[in-house]
């Protein structure tokens, strides 16, 4: 019990791992033509999909309407966030080392204020991608955005946009969780052991 703590600390640092291993956001489209939906996956540095030739189906649709091509490697997000979550694993097993609760909380609200930064960031994107149509589109409705929502359901046109965290955006939520139990129960045993001396 008396190494509760550390031991929350370092399972919150090693569930971002998981980011690297599973998709954190997903997009899924559906439509008459596409009943069980086309469904696009975010990872911490890469876009793709339910399967090989989404973002693909994705760009021919996007045309359509002028939107402009998802090319994964003009989003800068990719190619630097996944360092960020490095830097944030390595120091939340050095406060785990450490195993002071003012560190454990510290990590934490870092995490919810990256987590915020990047949900920020995100929606930015989409308003960009939704908002700012081409001028030689194929289909011109005057007035419309094609914007997904940052979370939840929304109809576009013909289509109904789902926007939803993916597995490893759930084990971020699951390492916020942690850092604040490890917080938590590092000060619960501190306070006891001042109550028995």
């Known amino acids: 019990m008396k190494q509760l703590g550390r031991l929350l600390m370092i399972a919150a640092a090693l569930s971002l791992l998981m980011?690297?291993?599973?998709?954190?956001?997903?997009?899924?489209?559906?439509?008459?033509?596409?009943?069980?939906?086309?469904?696009?996956?975010?990872?911490?540095?890469?876009?793709?999909?339910?399967t090989p030739a989404t973002l693909q189906n994705i760009n021919?649709?996007?045309?359509?309407?002028?939107?402009?091509?998802?090319?994964?490697?003009?989003i800068p997000?990719?190619?630097?966030?996944?360092?960020?979550?490095?830097?944030?694993?390595?120091?939340?097993?050095?406060a785990a080392i450490a195993n002071r609760k003012g560190l454990f909380l510290t990590w934490t609200i870092l995490l919810v204020v990256l987590c915020l930064i990047g949900l920020y960031?995100?929606?930015?994107?989409?308003?960009?991608?939704?908002?700012?149509?081409?001028?030689?589109?194929?289909?011109?409705?005057?007035?419309?955005?094609?914007?997904?929502?940052?979370?939840?359901?929304k109809d576009i046109l013909n289509f109904v946009a789902v926007s939803l965290?993916?597995?490893?955006?759930?084990?971020?939520?699951?390492?916020?969780?942690?850092g604040f139990s490890a917080w938590w129960f590092k000060g619960k045993n501190a306070r006891n052991e001042k109550t028995t001396l």
């Open 19 to 50: 980011l690297f291993a599973f998709p954190m956001w997903k997009i899924i489209l559906y439509a008459p033509q596409y009943p069980d939906g086309v469904e696009m996956h975010i990872w911490i540095n890469k876009i793709g999909g339910s």
């Open 60 to 74: 021919i649709l996007n045309h359509y309407v002028g939107m402009k091509y998802i090319e994964p490697d003009d």
């Open 77 to 94: 997000e990719l190619q630097y966030f996944q360092y960020v979550i490095m830097g944030m694993i390595a120091l939340g097993l050095l």
């Open 121 to 153: 960031d995100f929606y930015l994107w989409e308003y960009d991608y939704g908002h700012n149509l081409s001028d030689t589109a194929p289909i011109k409705i005057d007035g419309a955005s094609f914007q997904p929502p940052l979370i939840g359901k």
């Open 165 to 178: 965290p993916h597995i490893a955006g759930y084990f971020v939520g699951l390492s916020i969780l942690l």
